[in-house]
């Protein structure tokens, strides 16, 4: 779903917000369109889409992709990454790493799209920047005319685009955009939880281990004597590998070492089933 | 209740005990996580070899095995490959065969002697892994060569359509087939597991090609059977207070880890690949039994050996059981080191599909 918000301007509102076709209004530009639109390559008009992850979700390129059809308009893509901006005077040889490898996964990303897109007619640049969205939104808007309205691809909220931009803004917030990024927080957090537990489990294994090492002779006086005594050793391996089997299985998981996914898992999924992409849809708000 | 200990050899700990004794419960863990049983022919000479005594060494091999076991069977009843219901009605018989494994063993003791005894297992040890290994190791590269999937063979189907009451369903096995086919497989299983303490090397090949369950649900089921088996021969053992719990726990350490990636293993190759370790290692154990027959040949003055030949042989002997299991984990690592790597090659290309997809 596509939710429609025109954060326009401070004091300003859309005028026209029930459409999204180019207007004088919407587009403010306000130069000679006509002898603008015999040089269609120079002075085509351009959709801004931004996305704050590496890859775009396929719900805003295909939006993306529609309107440029429609409109006969070219796609300007641009990847942000605030949190790699360069903050004060020290320069960052590992941020500089990280900027390198997100620029890569993002030219790495974009490129089907690029194919595709020439596929259909349509013009595509890609541009990735480390600063603040909306200096980038901004910087960009300013270094490349005829810019008509931007495209926030999902996890960049309503918020963070505020009034500073001169252009109109519609956001994706499509069921896929959101999963990535919760996926991968979720994996992160899931991570660090796996450690502790390994971490703890493999303490407790150890304790353990001590506690029958340490007193070696007390133990094999007891756990030798026979008969009843014989629950001694039978006790004390279960408990060993209720703690050590589940040492050992985080300890695996840990190392990235697990079950391939073509397994069927015997628990019940918790997941809801796989939803169909859904088709962006404008929903004006009366 | 009586005070055993005094009586018995228990070794004195080092640093190479303890590591040789913890790399071969890896290894051992590794091979029963995989193909359902091993290990326990390695463990117990390995242990000997260390000085312990022979009834210590089978019963704190014993006290190790049904943890490992019950360990390795939660992990793939996890992944869906355990029928626990087969593996039940199998132990209810292999507990039975394993008391016949015994007296046979009591008998053979007390006719022949040690020697005999010695002779008695090394010969089940070649006959049955030969045949069973050489089949088990045939059908694997049969199966490699089609689409590595298990089909019920020839027999196995045969035994399924004879409708002989009471018959029971294995869901999980997905095989409809007469009670009274479970029995002399489990007690054959038991019977193995008693003479020469491996009862998987019949257990395995019997669930798959007599019963037509698949190589995965077979492996995996074992370790249900050997749970219960070690379980009830471990009280026996542990009420004579022969179990070294030293022993048991350090290659409990080793095991717990090893049974549990040869379970992950499972679900990273084809099932052919079960066959294929199962077999390699059943025929190269059938060779280092074969190489421990001439001694015991010797002592019972059926022929006459030289003392450098003996100890030669016996030496060779333990280290191509070494190198069964050596085998057998390289083979079990290599092919999921190779599955993991194209599994991640292939989410490469999934990753840059999805993400530039239009």
Same mark, same amino acid.
């Given at each position: ?40 390559? $120079? ?41 790699? &901006? !360069? ?18 996964? &993002? ?12 596929? !259909? ?9 480390? $600063? ?43 069921? !896929? ?29 150890? &304790? ?49 070492? $697990? ?14 089933? !796989? ?12 | /209740?009586?005070? #055993? ?23 051992? +863990? ?25 009834? #210590? ?37 292999? +507990? ?55 089909? @019920? +063979? %020839? ?12 018959? /029971? ?13 479970? #029995? ?8 193995? @597991?008693?003479?020469? @303490? ?15 369950? +698949? ?23 542990? /009420? ?10 350090? #290659? ?29 290692? /059943?025929?190269?154990? %059938?060779?280092?039994?074969?190489? @421990? ?48 790597? %194209? ?16």
């Amino acid at each position: 779903m596509m939710n429609f918000k025109n954060n326009r301007g401070k004091g300003g509102n859309s005028g026209d917000g029930n459409s999204i076709s180019p207007g004088p209004g919407v587009s403010g530009q306000g130069d000679g369109s006509s002898a603008a639109s015999n040089n269609r390559h $120079e002075v085509k008009r351009k959709i801004l889409v931004v996305g704050k992850t590496f890859a775009f979700t396929n719900g805003v390129i295909d939006y993306a992709l529609n309107l440029s059809q429609r409109l006969g308009y070219d796609i300007i893509a641009m990847n942000v990454n605030p949190a790699l &901006a !360069q903050t004060g005077k020290f320069f960052s040889p590992y941020n500089q790493h990280l900027r390198g490898k997100f620029t890569d996964r &993002a030219r790495l990303a974009w490129s089907p799209v690029e194919s595709e897109l020439a596929s !259909q007619g349509i013009h595509g640049e890609h541009v990735v920047k480390f $600063e603040s969205l909306v200096g980038a939104i901004k910087d960009l808007n300013h270094a490349i005319k005829r810019i008509d309205f931007v495209i926030t691809d999902a996890g960049i909220k309503d918020e963070e685009i505020t009034g500073e931009i001169p252009l109109p803004v519609f956001s994706i917030s499509g069921y !896929q955009g959101e999963q990535i990024m919760a996926n991968e927080q979720h994996e992160n957090a899931g991570r660090s939880k796996l450690l502790g537990k390994t971490i703890g489990l493999g303490l407790g294994v150890a &304790a353990l281990y001590a506690a029958v090492f340490i007193n070696s002779d007390t133990v094999m006086k007891y756990f030798t004597k026979g008969g009843i005594y014989a629950a001694l050793p039978i006790v004390t391996v279960f408990a060993i590998s209720f703690v050590h089997g589940a040492f050992a299985s985080n300890l695996w998981s840990l190392l990235g070492i $697990e079950a391939t996914k073509k397994v069927q898992p015997r628990v019940a999924p918790t997941r809801p089933a !796989q939803r169909k992409r859904p088709r962006p849809q404008i929903h004006l708000n009366a | /209740m009586h005070d #055993i200990a005094s009586n018995l050899n228990f070794i004195d700990l080092n640093v190479w005990n303890i590591s040789f004794l913890f790399v071969v419960g890896f290894i051992g +863990g590794l091979v029963s996580g995989f193909i359902g049983s091993g290990g326990a022919f390695v463990l117990t000479p390995g242990m000997m070899s260390l000085g312990v005594p022979g009834t #210590i060494a089978v019963a704190s091999n014993m006290c190790h095995k049904f943890p490992k076991a019950m360990v390795g069977a939660y992990k793939r009843w996890k992944y869906g490959q355990v029928d626990i219901k087969l593996g039940l009605v199998m132990a209810a018989s292999a +507990g039975g065969g394993v008391q016949v494994g015994i007296k046979i063993q009591e008998w053979i003791l007390e006719k022949w002697g040690q020697s005999g005894s010695n002779l008695y297992v090394s010969l089940s040890f070649v006959v049955i892994l030969v045949v069973v290994g050489g089949y088990v190791f045939y059908d694997a590269m049969k199966a490699s060569k089609g689409s590595g999937e298990d089909k @019920a +063979g %020839a027999l196995a189907k045969w035994l399924q359509s004879i409708n002989l009451p009471p018959m /029971m369903h294995f869901k999980t096995a997905n095989v409809r087939i007469s009670m009274w086919f479970t #029995i002399p497989i489990g007690f054959a299983t038991g019977l193995m @597991a008693a003479t020469i @303490a491996v009862g998987g090397f019949i257990g395995v090949p019997g669930m798959i090609y007599g019963l037509g369950a +698949g190589g995965l649900v077979s492996s995996a089921t074992e370790l249900v059977i050997a749970f219960v088996m070690g379980f009830f021969g471990t009280i026996k053992w542990a /009420m004579h207070g022969q179990v070294d719990i030293r022993l048991t726990l350090i #290659i409990l350490a080793g095991s717990l880890l090893g049974v549990q990636l040869g379970a992950i293993g499972t679900t990273c190759v084809k099932e052919s690949m079960i066959k294929f370790v199962m077999g390699t290692i /059943m025929i190269i154990v %059938a060779v280092s039994r074969g190489l @421990a027959i001439p001694q015991y040949l010797t002592e019972l003055k059926l022929i006459s050996v030289g003392e450098s030949t003996l100890s030669f042989l016996s030496s060779a002997s333990f280290i191509i059981m070494c190198i069964a299991l050596g085998v057998g984990s390289f083979i079990i690592l290599g092919a999921m080191y190779k599955a993991k790597r %194209a599994e991640a090659l292939a989410k490469k290309v999934e990753f840059s599909v999805e993400y530039g997809k239009v």
